[in-house]
């Protein structure tokens, strides 16, 4: 082949190149902008508009409200201490769950993931039964903490400690602990070898693990609505009461660019600190760095470990099942297949086949969209643009979802998009959610594949479908499964969205929960400690399987 022949090739493998990432990109960038930024330009657009005039000056009039301005503070200091006392909690946990090799860890890594998966309204129920008016303290010592910030505190450290022992676990057993011990041969002490070792090493998981747990509890919805009442309130809260109770869309839509601009900057230093965690480490196979605990400090603190996991984590499900089971003969249970208690215009129990319908979709749709996405911004040649749009995938978990949801209302109501009386627009919500955790789980599997392997089966005559079907999904197909899980399990619980847009003759569980938990009566009660444990078992189910199907070489979240 002449030397002309040799230059035509490469320019049309460019060329070719380009196609199959922009239309990798396509679809979950017009997915995005139909679903999540026009509805949410909208909700905001309305708010700040009065006859076609954006009035900014609305801006400096909402922060001037003293109770706003306790609305934000109260926000970020309960995030901050959420953040601290979770690090406390269950830094010692990602010790153990890397370092010690005990039986049943396998069972109890899936148990401390349970409350991770499961809805914020569950896990608001469940601490509702145990510190509540009528709950376990209460019976037992007469204590009650619903009325206070430590019972909302708790649920979020009960929410998030799975966040902190997978992602700085996850790191910490696969750091070579020969580092340590070639420091401590030349006479450093154990402590000083880990702090001037260890730690450094642990650094960027922890500020990673730290901003997510912040990033959760600073946009705190179904956890705060329940144990917070009318005393405390987070930023995605007062959203809620502005939109739905006061009507107040101009306040909405300023404490809505506020929180989209607090999750922008905590993602922002995210993306920093996991190129950090990326760039600079080398890890080692995991299997060989857990072995059994020795001595006693060891198995004092694997005892240690768990019993923060008994009294932290299993106790609330524990209340919350008990609870749900107070009248004789599953009488909560029964009372689920009548629709006579005027909470629902159908029977509550047909809100499990509802929310399983839901989950099943948005799955599929998630699963679509961030495939798409993950495998576009693996490839080498993904412009700027395609490496911006991986921390815009994050934005959904951080921005109001109750903005989302009122959003698709206003938005999503015209041709050729007039979605508000179809069932499709709840999966959507949920999809939303889901995304990003698919994209997290595939991307490190996605990027571990050999690229020679997919150049030499295009050399060979391979489509770009071929490609994937024939090389990185046989790869990826184990990663591809626990993806879905995730999806499914976030799908099922959402509730910030959805409480919006579930129809009333269709609820989904997180919706049919937290509307028996506002009527009073102890047959609403009971039905929604029932409900709870319905939902919270199919999450356990669903997460069990996760971590049958988990690899090491999958991502953790």
């Known amino acids: 082949m002449d030397l002309a022949g040799t230059e035509v090739v490469p320019r049309k493998g460019r060329a070719r190149s380009a196609a199959v990432r922009l239309g990798l990109i396509a679809v979950p960038v017009a997915f995005f902008a139909v679903f999540f930024a026009y509805p949410v330009a909208a909700i905001v657009a309305r708010g700040l508009k009065a006859d076609g005039v954006w009035q900014f000056g609305r801006l400096r009039d909402v922060l001037g409200q003293s109770d706003i301005q306790h609305v934000l503070w109260f926000t970020t200091w309960q995030a901050l201490a959420s953040t601290a006392l979770t690090l406390l909690a269950a830094l010692p946990g990602a010790y153990v769950f890397a370092r010690f090799d005990f039986p049943g860890k396998q069972l109890l890594r899936a148990v401390v993931t349970v409350p991770f998966v499961l809805p914020t309204v569950v896990v608001g129920t469940a601490f509702l039964a145990l510190v509540g008016r009528g709950g376990l303290l209460d019976e037992l010592w007469g204590v009650r903490l619903d009325t206070t910030v430590w019972a909302i505190l708790l649920a979020h450290v009960f929410f998030n400690y799975a966040v902190v022992v997978r992602t700085v676990g996850g790191l910490?057993?696969?750091?070579?602990?020969?580092?340590?011990?070639?420091?401590?041969?030349?006479?450093?002490?154990?402590?000083?070898?880990?702090?001037?070792?260890?730690?450094?090493?642990?650094?960027?998981?922890?500020?990673?693990?730290?901003?997510?747990?912040?990033?959760?509890?600073?946009?705190?919805?179904?956890?705060?609505?329940?144990?917070?009442?009318?005393?405390?309130?987070?930023?995605?809260?007062?959203?809620?009461?502005?939109?739905?109770?006061?009507?107040?869309?101009?306040?909405?839509?300023?404490?809505?660019?506020?929180?989209?601009?607090?999750?922008?900057?905590?993602?922002?230093?995210?993306?920093?600190?996991?190129?950090?965690?990326?760039?600079?480490?080398?890890?080692?196979?995991?299997?060989?760095?857990?072995?059994?605990?020795?001595?006693?400090?060891?198995?004092?603190?694997?005892?240690?470990?768990?019993?923060?996991?008994?009294?932290?984590?299993?106790?609330?499900?524990?209340?919350?099942?008990?609870?749900?089971?107070?009248?004789?003969?599953?009488?909560?249970?029964?009372?689920?297949?009548?629709?006579?208690?005027?909470?629902?215009?159908?029977?509550?129990?047909?809100?499990?086949?509802?929310?399983?319908?839901?989950?099943?979709?948005?799955?599929?749709?998630?699963?679509?969209?961030?495939?798409?996405?993950?495998?576009?911004?693996?490839?080498?040649?993904?412009?700027?643009?395609?490496?911006?749009?991986?921390?815009?995938?994050?934005?959904?978990?951080?921005?109001?979802?109750?903005?989302?949801?009122?959003?698709?209302?206003?938005?999503?109501?015209?041709?050729?998009?007039?979605?508000?009386?179809?069932?499709?627009?709840?999966?959507?919500?949920?999809?939303?959610?889901?995304?990003?955790?698919?994209?997290?789980?595939?991307?490190?599997?996605?990027?571990?594949?050999?690229?020679?392997?997919?150049?030499?089966a295009a050399v060979l005559g391979a489509s770009p479908w071929r490609v994937w079907r024939e090389v990185d999904l046989p790869l990826v197909r184990r990663a591809l499964l626990i993806a879905a899980g995730f999806a499914f399990a976030v799908s099922l619980g959402e509730f910030g969205a959805t409480v919006f847009i579930a129809r009333p003759d269709n609820p989904t569980l997180p919706v049919a929960v937290a509307r028996l938990l506002g009527r009073a009566g102890e047959l609403n009660y009971g039905q929604a400690m029932a409900l709870s444990t319905v939902l919270m078992v199919v999450c356990a189910v669903a997460l069990l399987v996760l971590e049958r199907l988990r690899t090491d070489r999958t991502g953790e979240f």
């Open 172 to 456: 910490w057993s696969q750091l070579d602990p020969r580092q340590e011990e070639a420091a401590r041969m030349l006479g450093a002490s154990r402590l000083t070898a880990w702090r001037t070792v260890t730690l450094p090493a642990l650094g960027p998981a922890v500020a990673a693990a730290a901003l997510m747990v912040f990033l959760f509890t600073f946009t705190s919805f179904g956890v705060v609505q329940i144990l917070g009442g009318p005393t405390f309130s987070t930023l995605e809260v007062e959203i809620y009461r502005q939109t739905s109770e006061i009507f107040d869309l101009s306040t909405a839509a300023v404490l809505t660019i506020i929180q989209f601009l607090a999750v922008g900057a905590i993602l922002a230093v995210h993306a920093w600190t996991v190129r950090r965690r990326e760039s600079t480490l080398r890890l080692v196979d995991a299997a060989v760095t857990a072995r059994r605990p020795r001595g006693a400090g060891q198995w004092t603190l694997l005892a240690g470990v768990l019993v923060v996991i008994v009294v932290l984590l299993l106790l609330p499900l524990a209340v919350l099942v008990q609870r749900s089971l107070d009248a004789p003969a599953f009488g909560y249970y029964r009372a689920l297949t009548s629709a006579d208690g005027g909470v629902f215009l159908v029977a509550p129990i047909e809100a499990i086949g509802n929310s399983l319908q839901y989950a099943v979709v948005a799955t599929l749709i998630a699963v679509l969209i961030g495939s798409l996405a993950a495998a576009a911004l693996t490839r080498r040649d993904a412009g700027r643009f395609v490496r911006g749009f991986d921390a815009l995938l994050m934005l959904p978990l951080g921005v109001s979802a109750v903005t989302v949801g009122f959003g698709f209302l206003i938005a999503l109501d015209e041709p050729p998009l007039d979605l508000r009386s179809t069932w499709i627009l709840v999966p959507l919500a949920q999809a939303l959610v889901g995304v990003p955790f698919v994209v997290r789980t595939m991307l490190p599997v996605l990027r571990a594949v050999d690229q020679r392997l997919r150049e030499a």
